[in-house]
C-alpha cells in the first residue's frame, strides 16, 4: 500500500461516539474545501460499512434494498468482475438526494445554495451487509475483501474515508486492512476511556497479523459539553494519554449537530462556519487540521502526489479551478 494514500478507518468499537458523523462532515469538507481555511477541495469517497446505513442517510440516502451496496461489493467472487464505479453515488444524485430530504422536512423554507457537492462519492450500505459478518466468515480472503475490491480505483480518489461499526468484527478488520490511518472519535464522557486501551491493543493485532501499514491518523474529542468538568476531566486524561495525537479541535455537544441528519445534510453544508453556527466551524477546524497532518505525513514520507481533482482538470483542459498556492 503506498504510504501516502490517505484512506481513513473512523473507528471505535464503542457505540455513539459519532464515528458516522466525524466521517460524514471529514469526507464531506476535505472533498469541498474550504479556500479561507486553506482546505483545497479533494476527491473524496466515503464507505458506510456499517449495516445501519447511517453515512448514507446522513446525506439523505434512501436505503432501500434494491440498489447495490458494499455488501455486494464484498460478496463478490475471487474472480469478480464488479466496477466499484457502479457501486457508488456520485456529486449530482448526492445532492439531488439531500435537496430532496431537505425540502421534505423544511416545506416552507428555501433549499440553502451551500446544500451541494462537487467532489463526494459515497458507497452505500443498508441493512442487507448485517449478514455479512456471519457470511464472510467462511469465505477465503475474509478480511481483505474490502482491500481487493479498492485497489482497481484506490488513483481515482485523493482520500477514502470508512465509516465503520461499533464493533471489531470482521467489517471493521475489513476497514482497516484497506486503510493506512485510522481516526478515533472519542466522546467526552467517562466510559469512553475504557474501551481505548482495547481499542489500541486491537490496532496492534491488526498491525501485526492483517496491514502492517495501518497507523494512528488522530483522536477526535467529541460530544464535548463546555461547562462539564467531566468532559474537561475526559479530554485531560486523554490529552494526557495521547498528546499530539489529539486533534486540539475539540467537537462540542450540540443541537445543530444532532438534528443535521434529519435534514438530510452534514452540519458543514447546511451552516456556515462562523462563530454563531460552533458545529459547523468546529467540523470545519478538524478538517483543517486533518489536511494539515496528511500534507504533512506526505512529507514525512517524501511524496507529494498530484490531486486527482487537479489531474482530472488538466486532462480536461480548465485549470484555472486550481488551487496550486494551497495545495502546494
Ligand atoms: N457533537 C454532537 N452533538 C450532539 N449530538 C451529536 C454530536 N455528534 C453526534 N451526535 C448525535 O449522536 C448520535 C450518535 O452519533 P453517531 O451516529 O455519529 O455515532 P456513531 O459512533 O457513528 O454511532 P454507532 O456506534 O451507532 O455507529 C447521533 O444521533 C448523532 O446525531
Ligand atoms: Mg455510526
Known sequence: MDPYKTIISCTNQKGGCAKTTTAVNLATSLA??????????????????DPQGNASTSFGVDKRLDVPTVYDLLMQ??????????????PDILT???QRAFKNMNQDSRIPP????ENLYLLPSNIRLSGAEIELATKLGRETRLREALAPVMDDFDHIIIDTPPSLGLLTINALAASNWILVPVQAEYYALEGMSQLMNS?????????????????????YTPQSKLSAFVEGEVRKHFGEDV??????????????????????LLKKPTKRNKGSKQYWGLAKEAHQRILARRAEYGVNPESVLKREA?????????????ED
Open 203 to 223: 490496532i496492534r493485532l491488526i498491525q501485526k497479523r492483517v496491514n502492517n501499514h495501518l497507523k494512528l491518523f488522530g483522536i477526535a474529542v467529541t460530544m
Open 314 to 326: 488538466i486532462e480536461r483542459g480548465d485549470p484555472e479551478h486550481i488551487w496550486d498556492d494551497i
Open 247 to 268: 486533534f486540539q479541535t475539540v467537537i462540542p455537544r450540540l443541537m445543530s449537530i444532532a438534528e443535521a441528519p434529519k435534514d438530510g445534510a452534514p452540519v458543514v
Open 32 to 49: 469541498e474545501g474550504n479556500p479561507s481555511m486553506g482546505i483545497p477541495p479533494a476527491k473524496v469517497l466515503l464507505i458506510d460499512l
Open 77 to 90: 467472487p475471487s474472480d469478480g468482475t464488479l466496477n466499484v464505479h457502479d457501486y457508488l453515488i456520485g
Open 96 to 98: 439531488d438526494e439531500m
Open 114 to 117: 451551500r446544500l451541494k457537492v
